[in-house]
């Protein structure tokens, strides 16, 4: 059978995902594409396939067949995929591992996905989001990860617990500060630290600043007030990974 | 005198040149809002004001007032700004300096944007821009520099002229290659380079490839295919800077 109607429940149940506060509802999530399903796929989240009516069945799993014009209105990319995924959201909420990194205000979705797929790059086990941070779930946020989200532990806690957590527990915390900060080539490598970094705009809060062991930035020519927080955030994970 | 009519022939001009073709026949563009303009105006790149009615004229410039409607139809933006500025383009056409790096094919305005602000921020000289590479131009790649385009020789050449020119000026070519490459942090520190960086689904062309001292690549992760471009050119350039 093929959805063909624009009316159908599911249909609507899954244009509504396109909305932060329905996959919070539901604890659910779609992803777009072959490659996004594959690396989900793998990783044991999908619940449930959407596919364009005609196309094969890649894997062993519940799936729909749904029309072009169901498939274009579920999908929030300008040209729809042929194939997409119903997942469920991790449950996790525990900090696991020695290389920790707490985003606290990114807003830009392509950012925090860039950020993402960097942090598995350099081996980061866990990625703390602050309540004030873009929805991982975001459509843009997930396709800028290119899958990586699947590979590292991201849970949703308040910074200052998180901060005050890590410091008990003997990480080495690090702040970001563009203007009186510590060279991060100076930095001796710490098996266990968490790295913070703030908004586009504004940067890490003061609060958070002063609860820092240190607080990093990255040496750069003076007429350059600061670099895009992806390329900020990556290129000192890339150090603290040394 | 405001402009308030979408009819005006100016206003018209203006709207056109937010296709690449209209800017390449004025050898015009435009910049919009606050920052980028201050930054332009520093850079003595500004040719005329587009205001909004009301306004102070914050230079000595040729200027024109429009009212909200108009700005709006010249806009980019989802919330048009309240001051745009009309630009010469840079008429550079000779690579300076020591400090190269060569773009070719690199499609995503936001990533052409922050890999000019990466490049100032680490000393670049001259950008290299081929034929295939987005236009600079493009409202989103200048919001992207943050204004930083204004601080770097932006050139367009062809690839292979240009990397030609370079061999023979005694610079050392490094491509970039994400299965085979050379660790970026085994490279000796050259004072007279030039970085190529390729097109975000295929890297550098084989052919260009083939033609470079050295291909470089970026210690990660296996489960990571690679970065994105805009973290993996800056990571570069900030590694060849030391």
Known sequence: ???????????????????????????????????????????????????????????????????NEVMKKISTLDTAPTIMAVCNKSNSSD?????????????????????????????????????????LYNPKVLR????????VNIISRDAIDAINYLKDNNYIVYGTNVNNGY???????????????GNEGNGVREGIQNMCDKNLYIKMNNAVESLNVGVACSILLYELGR
Do not use: W
Not at 53 to 64: A, L, S, T
Not at 113 to 127: Q, W
Not at 144 to 151: D, F, N, P, R, S
């Open 144 to 151: 800028a990860t290119q899958g990586m989200y699947c590979h």
């Open 1 to 67: 059978m093929v959805i063909t109607s624009l009316e159908n429940s599911k249909v609507k149940d899954y244009v509504k995902l396109q909305q932060r506060k329905y996959r919070d509802f539901t604890n659910t999530y779609i992803i777009e594409g072959e490659h996004l399903v594959i690396e989900a796929y793998k990783a044991g989240l999908v619940k449930e396939l959407i596919l364009l009516d005609g196309e094969k069945v890649p894997f062993d799993i519940d799936y729909i067949y749904v029309s």
């Open 95 to 135: 900090i696991v591992g020695d290389k920790v990194l707490l985003l606290d205000g990114i807003q830009d979705p392509g950012n925090l996905g860039t950020i993402i797929r960097s942090s598995v790059a350099f081996n980061i086990d866990t990625i703390i989001l602050s309540e004030n941070t873009v929805d």
């Open 183 to 197: 060279d991060v080539r100076e930095v001796d490598s710490n098996d266990k630290f968490c790295l913070i970094m």
